[in-house]
T-cell receptor, first 115, second 111 residues
Framework: ETGVTQTPRHLVMGMTNKKSLKCEQH?????MYWYKQSAKKPLELMFV???????ENNSVPSRFSPECPNSSHLFLHLHTLQPEDSALYLC??????????????FGPGTRLTVL | GQNIDQPTEMTATEGAIVQINCTYQ??????LFWYQQHAGEAPTFLSY????GLEEKGRFSSFLSRSKGYSYLLLKELQMKDSASYLC????????????FGRGTSLIVHP
């Protein structure tokens, strides 16, 4: 248990569906992150929020839309996804956006399958 | 460009010692992380090296040589539960403090 929870743990959706992934951290951190993890590929940073403000968008397609209503919650809204978007989506948090002294704490991920 | 290399897979015997290497070529460096990720679970922090040398934490040690762009994670007295993926990540790559991850090394420990 890392203090970061994600729901759902598994999601299967069609290309025309709209769904949302939720992340919640109970650590009092100020920065939150979305990563994509595909088989045989490095973790890919998608978005970074610091104090609820988006500070990084790593050239992510617009079919992925993040939302950060407060420092404890982070959402990833999904619509018209492609099969190649199937992956493990990991949420992480850190005390601030400079993790050189603070590590990132990861949630267990949502395993997404797009049919 | 940013490049972080790790072996894809390694196998070792219970009770043995294994060294997982990571080499990096990045346009900036602040520090290097090692994470452990069991199948279906969250990556968890193992170590963070900023300065050259070896840092020991129980059965796990991590080494860094900044001049060589090289790190390794050393696991001693291997246990079955050490079977996992080990992720190397560099902070400061491209001028960003956010870590850039390697592909990970899948370690299989057998009896």
């Amino acid at each position: 248990e890392t203090g970061v929870t994600q729901t759902p743990r598994h999601l299967v959706m069609g290309m025309t569906n709209k769904k949302s992934l939720k992340c919640e951290q109970h650590l009092g951190h100020n920065a939150m992150y979305w990563y994509k993890q595909s088989a045989k590929k490095p973790l890919e940073l998608m978005f970074v929020y610091n104090f609820k403000e988006q500070t990084e968008n790593n050239s992510v397609p617009s079919r992925f839309s993040p939302e950060c209503p407060n420092s404890s919650h982070l959402f990833l809204h999904l619509h018209t996804l492609q099969p190649e978007d199937s992956a493990l989506y990991l949420c992480a948090s850190s005390q601030n956006r400079v993790p050189s002294a603070d590590t990132q704490y990861f949630g267990p991920g949502t395993r997404l399958t797009v049919l | 460009g940013q490049n972080i290399d790790q072996p894809t897979e390694m196998t070792a015997t219970e009770g043995a010692i294994v060294q997982i290497n990571c080499t990096y070529q990045t346009s900036g460096f602040n520090g290097l992380f090692w994470y452990q990720q069991h199948a279906g679970e969250a990556p968890t922090f193992l170590s963070y090296n900023v300065l050259d040398g070896l840092e020991e934490k129980g059965r796990f040690s991590s080494f860094l040589s900044r001049s060589k762009g090289y790190s390794y994670l050393l696991l001693k007295e291997l246990q079955m539960k050490d079977s996992a993926s080990y992720l190397c990540a560099v902070s400061g790559s491209g001028g960003s403090y956010i870590p850039t991850f390697g592909r990970g090394t899948s370690l299989i420990v057998h009896p």
